[in-house]
């Protein structure tokens, strides 16, 4: 398996590890949300670009995730823009996209960036080698918020993320039944045996809630969990899922 490892954080072994995301509009909200963030049980930080209400201004992005990063000592800082067609906050041009993505690499202060797989040709492809040179690890991604996809979409789609040189393989799903999350998790099993790259897999709402709790056991290694106010369906908040994830512990 090709660990993750972020300082002292080894992605890719035991439990899975805790992201929580910061969602706020304004910067007064995110300085307050990481100040909150610090003494939470949880492994790493999510900053949602998509949600900031500044975010077209580029280097103010970037001067921002210095801050985040001092505030946050011991949990590494990953920085997502989820666009509109994936379950995101605002409509971006392609263009813009990798505009933002570039200055966060040459001037912002990021240990993770996190790149959809429908954006990772051409100019991503770039972005992708620009962050790897800074020691950035590349997350791709790849959401449905309506459906759940066949278990062979959903493994050629984290297969294809590796192929495209992710660190990290991720997707998530809406189940509409029981069986719907029943494929994710075979998938989620399928894939970790396909691949050496961790892999992250989430069936989002009520019913797709234990995917958010047994990673350790189907193959899934981060899980996203709520401070104040969630990024997506069925994140539960950070102390119960610490609770939970100890319970549903395998290995120990
Ligand atoms: O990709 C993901 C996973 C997620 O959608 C979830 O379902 O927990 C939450 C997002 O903030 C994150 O970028």
């Known amino acids: 398996m090709n660990l993750v490892k972020i300082n002292e954080l080894m992605i890719g072994e ?43 201004n580029y280097q103010l992005v970037a001067d921002v995730s210095h801050r985040l990063h001092a505030l946050l000592p011991g949990k590494p800082l990953l920085l997502t823009f989820r666009t509109l067609q994936e379950g995101g906050g605002r409509a971006f041009e392609a263009a813009a996209y990798y505009e933002l993505y570039r200055q966060i690499i040459e001037n912002g202060k990021a240990d993770m960036l996190d790149l959809e797989l429908f954006m990772a040709d051409g100019q991503g ?38 192929e495209k040189q992710a660190d990290i393989c991720k997707i998530a799903v ?39 709790i047994f990673g350790e056991i189907f193959g899934s290694a981060i899980t996203f969990g709520a401070a104040e106010q969630s990024s997506a369906p069925g994140q539960l908040p950070v102390g119960r899922l610490v609770e939970l994830l100890e319970t549903a512990s395998w290995q120990g």
């Not at 994710?184 to 995917?211: C, F, H, W, Y």
């Open 14 to 56: 035991g439990k899975p590890k805790i992201a929580v995301p910061i969602v706020g509009k304004t910067i007064a909200d995110i300085i307050q949300e990481a100040e909150t963030l610090q003494s939470l049980p949880c492994d790493l930080v999510e900053w949602r670009l998509d949600l900031f209400d500044e975010v077209e």
């Open 125 to 162: 492809a770039q972005i992708i080698k620009e962050a790897k040179a800074k020691g950035i690890c590349i997350i791709m991604s790849n959401h449905d918020f309506e459906q759940t996809p066949s278990q062979t979409d959903i493994c050629h789609r984290l297969l294809l993320m590796a």
């Open 174 to 212: 809406m189940p509409q039944s029981p069986a719907d999350v029943l494929t994710l998790l075979a998938a989620t099993n399928e894939v970790r045996q396909k691949t050496d790259r961790p892999i992250v897999t989430m069936s989002m709402g009520q019913l797709g809630l234990v995917s958010r």
